[in-house]
């Protein structure tokens, strides 16, 4: 799955841009110029996706963007724990059950494995992918302008 959100901008009364996600309605900031909309809109987005783990609720999969529609790309090890979120919800499992099926994981490793703030080493998440029957793909192209 690719974890990039659309975006929608939109110019308040005082000349401030708005930038949410339709997606993810509860996310969502505003800045003077749009680099520094977008930016506080990830933050928002990412303690909201935050937030969705923590309630054990489902992770809204991104729409396709309209042609010439601004996304929001979330960082790898956020895509990638994510992905491992899903993956446990999906298969029906709870961070006791993640744990054994990394053999010599603990409970706790496991809550800091889906805690998008914790700077997990890629190499525990891509372990952690690969007991859900899962693998991580990377791709990088120029940023938009």
């Known amino acids: 799955m690719r974890y990039e959100y659309p975006i929608e901008i939109e110019t308040d009364e005082i000349g401030r841009l ?5 997606d993810v309605p509860e996310a ?5 110029t749009l680099s520094e909309a977008v930016t506080e ?31 929001f790309a979330l960082p790898a ?8 979120y899903q993956a446990m919800r999906v298969q029906g499992l709870n961070t006791v059950v993640m744990a054994q099926k990394m053999a010599g994981a603990s ?9 998008l703030g914790h ?13 859900l029957g899962k693998e991580l793909v990377v791709e990088t ?4 302008a």
């Open 18 to 22: 708005l930038v949410t996600f339709p």
């Open 28 to 32: 969502g900031d505003d800045g003077e």
């Open 41 to 71: 809109a990830g933050r928002s987005l990412m303690a909201a996706l935050q937030y969705r783990i923590k309630q054990r609720e489902p992770i809204p999969e991104p729409r396709r963007p309209r042609r010439g529609q601004r996304t």
């Open 77 to 84: 090890l956020v895509a990638a724990k994510i992905a491992i």
């Open 107 to 115: 409970e706790t490793e496991i809550r800091r494995l889906l805690d």
């Open 119 to 131: 700077n997990t080493r890629m190499s525990y998440v891509t372990a952690a992918l690969a007991a």
């Open 141 to 144: 192209r120029d940023r938009a």
